[in-house]
């Protein structure tokens, strides 16, 4: 089946640590899109990718950092500089930037 | 701040009845805009959009209306069922390919 695929569905970070949340698509899109949702809150933008090798910052980029080596995927770092981590990260997929998204299922991230 | 925000964070209304959720936007060049259902623990999923040449659009029970004039954005929900309860997002492209940008989201709940 075609869909978006984020892994885990539950991570814990120690303080100081640097996690990767992975994000795989196959559907075929260009751009590819990582926002943050906190409790009671909407989408918050982090980056965004419209092609390979090329990558923009969103409007919370700090303390966050991707790569974009393949079309398929898309993995978040969040970096220890990242001074409140803990929140609902979730990738997104679009054919090309600004249209219809299709999301995955989100990782947790909990500091511990 | 976010140009896409909601009227109302919650929602409440009697199974069966019809459901309408309400959202405002800001930018007068925004051709594209999505309503987005998210469940608990889950990523968002697409309902229905439209675009900025039309004044309304029907689905499966769902209905968008645009109203340009004052910037407002509905979605309507006919005979209200219990799978219904999630939270409600209506997303808008600002006329760039940069991304989409969401409203903070109402929570829709409905009763037995």
């Known amino acids: 089946d075609g869909g978006i695929t984020q892994s885990p569905k539950y991570l814990f970070r120690k303080e100081g640590q640097n996690v990767t949340l992975s994000c795989e698509q196959n559907?075929?899109?260009?751009?590819m899109y990582w926002y943050r949702q906190d409790p009671g809150q909407g989408l918050r933008l982090i980056y965004y990718?419209?092609?390979?090798?090329?990558?923009q910052k969103g409007d919370i980029a700090e303390g966050y950092s991707v790569s974009r080596e393949k079309k398929e995927s898309f993995p978040l770092t969040v970096t220890s500089a990242q001074k409140n981590p803990t929140a609902f990260y979730l990738c997104?997929?679009?054919?090309?930037?600004?249209?219809?998204?299709?999301f995955g299922q989100g990782t947790r991230l909990t500091v511990v | 701040g976010e140009s896409v925000g909601l009227h109302l964070p919650t929602l409440s209304v009697q199974e069966g009845d019809n459901s309408i959720i309400n959202c405002a936007y800001s930018?007068?060049?925004?051709?594209?805009f999505i309503w987005y259902k998210q469940e608990s623990g889950k990523g968002p999923q697409f309902i229905i959009d439209?675009?900025?040449?039309?004044d309304k659009r029907q689905g499966q029970r769902v209905t968008v209306l645009l109203n340009k004039t004052v910037k407002h954005l509905s979605l309507q929900i006919a005979a209200t069922q219990p799978g219904d309860s999630a939270v409600y997002f209506c997303?808008?492209?600002?006329?760039?390919?940069?991304?989409?940008?969401f409203g903070s989201g109402t929570q829709l709940t409905v009763l037995p």
């Open positions: 439209i675009r900025s040449n039309m």
């Open positions: 559907l075929n899109h260009d751009a």
């Open positions: 930018n007068s060049a925004s051709d594209y």
């Open positions: 997104a997929s679009s054919i090309q930037g600004a249209t219809e998204a299709f």
């Open positions: 990718s419209q092609i390979v090798n090329d990558f």
């Open positions: 997303a808008e492209n600002q006329g760039s390919a940069r991304q989409l940008t």
